[in-house]
């Protein structure tokens, strides 16, 4: 992942010192819990916990030669162990260090993400209600449909974050496991109640069975996740470009003071963190097909996941975070123009309110597909010769002989069309919702 994306928290986590420190916590639980059960001596398990320690320059001198990472890590560790080493990795295979410590780094990188999406379902939520009210057209096919509040698409963004808090949740459960089942899977050196006591030292799960490796059903999930969210966050921003258009003009992200939009046209102000938004979120998706590919190995394990998962894991993790932090900052910096909304919501000369005046008919005894053509005519001819809806239904004597002035004007009333806003707010939110007026403003 680009460097600049990286923040310093989930940088860390994927770092060669955090993996090599994980690796080092589980030969340090591992030696524990082997001395407990009387396994290796108690005095070579306190050396190692005491004086384990590793020099990242010192274990790739030694890769150079063994060509085998986790070989090349203990040997650094055994030299600052001292006799002692030879219980090091005992009994142990490389799978059982590598998989349980990336199990480590993957529940500490989705405390980072959560941390994130709390973040942002918050200032979703305070732009929401602030927003609450301020009414805007509604679009289905890019096309106006019916009148809406900026408030009710803020509140489906924060349902779906909610929706994604609880995804992530569940995959941290799933990679949350460790094990030290050997080479094959079958205990044949240590028994399992030593795995369980190591995964209990490290506060991860015991898996129930396992081959040389932890299966990556678990670890698809888990990018699967991370790509729904991804996806997520690529749907809100695709929309703030959407409205960012220069026709639309409704949302606009920050643009700082000094920010510069383009090399050759001072004039611009692009949407260029919402893009960037997008972007990374087809990198996810691309790195979760490659979770999928992982599921399958050769017998008990082979290495072909190694490598990928070497990129995919921190990659997904460091732009997710990256596009987390982002987001939220666009979010509580949106810039509203409530003046455009208004603008655009009339543009149409009022045709959006045809399917209120289609019921109103119906409710006065005239059948849905007579009512329908009736309404149908006017709006095609207020497209056609760009008039006022409701002056041609009203000189419509189809329609005035059905429905008195009073009846066509309810029909045209935001209010009414506006009147369940703070019943939705309430069962998004589960608070009572304060204040039930409609205005230009927030």
């Not at 470009?241 to 004039?267: C, D, N, V, W, Y």
């Not at 010769?385 to 002989?401: A, G, M, P």
Request: charged letters at 25%.
């Amino acid at each position: 992942m680009i460097s600049r994306y990286t923040h310093p928290d989930m940088g860390r986590i994927w770092s060669d010192q955090r993996r090599y420190e994980t690796w080092l916590l589980v030969e340090t639980a591992a030696a524990d819990a082997m001395a407990a059960a009387g396994i290796v001596p108690a005095e070579a398990a306190r050396d190692i916990r005491e004086r384990g320690a590793f020099d990242i320059a010192r274990i790739e001198e030694i890769e150079q030669t063994t060509q085998h990472d986790v070989i090349a890590f203990t040997t650094a560790v055994a030299e600052h162990v001292g006799p002692s080493a030879r219980w090091l990795h005992f009994g142990m295979t490389s799978s059982d260090v590598i998989d349980t410590a990336q199990a480590i780094q993957m529940r500490e990188a989705c405390d980072l993400i959560l941390r994130n999406l709390d973040a942002l379902a918050e200032a979703i939520r305070d732009r929401a209600f602030e927003h609450r009210h301020t009414p805007m057209i509604g679009r289905t096919h890019g096309v106006h449909a019916e009148p809406m509040t900026l408030g009710l698409k803020l509140a489906l963004w924060y349902a779906e974050v909610g929706r994604d808090i609880e995804r992530v949740r569940r995959a941290r459960a799933v990679v949350s496991v460790g094990k030290l089942s050997g080479a094959v899977g079958t205990f044949a050196h240590l028994p399992p109640a030593i795995e369980a006591d190591v995964c209990q030292r490290l506060g991860l799960e015991p898996a129930p069975v396992s081959s040389q490796v932890i299966q990556r059903d678990r670890h698809a999930e888990l990018l699967a996740m991370l790509a729904i969210t991804g996806a997520s966050l690529e749907k809100f921003a695709l929309e703030v470009r959407g409205l960012q258009k220069t026709e639309i003009g409704e949302l606009e992200e920050p643009f700082g003071k000094g920010q510069k939009g383009s090399s050759a046209m001072p004039h611009k102000r692009n949407p260029i963190g919402c893009e960037q938004i997008v972007g990374l979120a087809r990198l996810i998706r691309a790195n979760a097909q490659a979770a999928f590919e992982n599921i399958a190995l050769w017998h008990e394990r082979d290495i072909s996941h190694s490598s990928v998962e070497r990129i995919i894991l921190p990659d997904s993790f460091i732009a997710l975070d990256h596009m987390l932090r982002r987001f939220t900052r666009i979010v509580r910096g949106l810039a509203v123009h409530p003046d455009r909304m208004h603008e655009n919501l009339n543009r149409s000369r009022g045709v959006v309110f045809s399917g209120t005046v289609l019921l109103e008919l119906a409710k006065k005894g005239v059948s849905r597909e007579q009512a329908y053509e009736w309404v149908q005519r006017n709006a095609m001819l207020s497209f056609a010769e760009q008039r006022d809806f409701k002056t041609l239904l009203e000189s419509d004597t189809d329609v005035s002989r059905v429905l008195s002035k009073t009846d066509i004007e309810r029909a045209f009333d935001l209010k009414e069309q506006l009147k369940h806003v703070d019943d939705v707010f309430d069962r998004v939110f589960q608070t009572e919702s304060a204040g039930r007026t409609i205005s230009l403003g927030g």
